[in-house]
């Protein structure tokens, strides 16, 4: 996207836009933020949390899915503004009614959302990839299908690859029927058994502690000077 093909789609003058948006990255940014205002804020009071929590990562999914553009954006815009706050703000309200508090409340918000994201990813990687193929005015279909046999001739080495290759899953960016609806439950079912498990003995919960600190030593190690600002 450009701002001459964007006039020429409003049958306008490129410079004519800019009197509206000062430049592409603000264009980009404004559209990010009303993409976010998409998505389903629930009410955790009268919806309870688990049920408000399964909605709204829905909500997400199927907006980031509705908007491919937008994840492939993150890594190269910075999008933040009065929607994504609204949202990010709602999702700690409801893991707050959870029962998490403080770090706590933003770690379950970062979890569910990025597991969210992650699943958005394979649609946006297919369609980045399709408009790469594309891109010289080649036959997309035909490139498609001589990358997928380059595919089948590595993942035919091993087994349980080999057994897939038939399945849906088995295309470019593509997951098993269901995934995401299994993924999301399992994320939800552990952290509400971390707040069933809150009064385990003080030896279990220090054993727990110990974990989380040596993971995220490990990551802070590897990535030096990352901030996590995924929710």
Not at 15 to 25: F, I, N, P, Q
Not at 29 to 36: K, Q, S
Not at 213 to 223: D, G, L, M, P
């Amino acid at each position: 996207m450009n701002m001459r093909a964007l006039g020429k789609r409003l049958d306008s003058a490129a410079t004519a836009v800019y009197w509206h948006v000062g430049s592409r990255e603000s264009l980009i940014a404004l559209a990010a933020d009303r993409a976010w205002a998409e998505v389903e804020l629930p009410d955790p009071a009268g919806l309870g949390w688990r049920t408000a929590a399964c909605r709204m990562a829905t909500s997400e999914y199927t907006m980031l899915t509705r908007h491919p553009w937008l994840v492939q954006a993150f890594g190269s815009y910075q999008l933040y503004g009065p929607g994504k706050a609204q949202h990010d703000d709602h999702s700690l309200a409801v893991y707050e009614a959870a029962g998490f508090a403080g770090v706590e409340a933003d770690q379950a918000t970062s979890a569910v959302f990025t597991f969210v994201l992650g699943n958005a990813l394979g649609l946006a990687a297919t369609a980045s990839f399709t408009r790469k193929l594309g891109h010289d005015g080649g036959d997309v279909q035909a490139l498609m299908q001589a990358n997928r046999a380059e595919v089948v001739k590595v993942a035919t080495q091993f087994p349980r690859l080999r057994a897939r290759l038939e399945l849906p899953s088995a295309g470019y960016g593509a997951a098993p029927h269901g995934s995401f609806a299994f993924g999301l439950q399992a994320v939800l079912d552990g952290l509400e058994a971390r707040l069933a498990t809150r009064g385990k003995s003080d030896a279990s919960s220090q054993a727990q502690s110990d974990d989380l600190r040596e993971a995220s030593k490990t990551i802070a190690e590897a990535n030096p000077g990352v901030t996590n600002l995924s929710h």
